[in-house]
């Protein structure tokens, strides 16, 4: 019997990562060898978490999308909250996985300032889903629409998903979440925990 939970356990653990790692991949063909926003350039071979902390913080790049509704949202618009910007796509597992944690992340840190701005590039006809799938979720945040990529490849030229990036309350990027891996969850809330106190 033991044998056979270690056996599970080692499945269940191989089908996690391989869950990562295929919606951890572009959507593109092309593969980077870093990311960059704005000035900040992380290469691929240093990443060895998921979470990255910004040694020196840079502004977050401006951008108005529209949402579900019509309503457009600006960036500037924010400045003294902290933000999680989440970029996904609806045929990307992990980013739905994500969508679940930022959920309680937005419910627990809400009253202390934290916002989250989900960010869909599915193409135009693939609108209705993305509403499908964030209504499906009841989440307690805006979904907005970059159909055109255009300020996702602001921020993650390589369009590598879920993707995400946290600012601070004076908007500077402090922290990057390349791919999502539910065994950081504690990780990443301890870093919105401590951006939220500052």
Known sequence: MEKLNSVLLVCMVLCAVFVVISCASTKSSEQKDSVQTDQV????ENVKSSLI???KPVNAADFTLEDAKGEMHTLSDYKGKVLIISFWATWCH????E???LKKLKRKYEDQGLE???INIDSPDE???AVSVSRSKR?????????????ANQYNPGLQLPYS??????????????????????????SVEKLVGE
């Open 139 to 151: 989440l307690n945040f805006p979904v907005l629409f970059d159909s055109d990529s255009s300020v």
């Open 127 to 129: 609108k209705s889903v």
């Open 99 to 101: 969508m679940d944690f």
């Open 165 to 190: 990036v946290i600012v601070d309350r004076n908007q500077r990027i402090r922290n990057i979440l390349q791919g999502f891996v539910p065994s950081e969850e504690e990780h990443i809330e301890n």
């Open 116 to 118: 989250v701005l989900s």
């Open 94 to 97: 992990a980013c739905k996985m």
């Open 41 to 44: 350039d992380i290469k691929s």
């Open 53 to 55: 902390s910004i040694d």
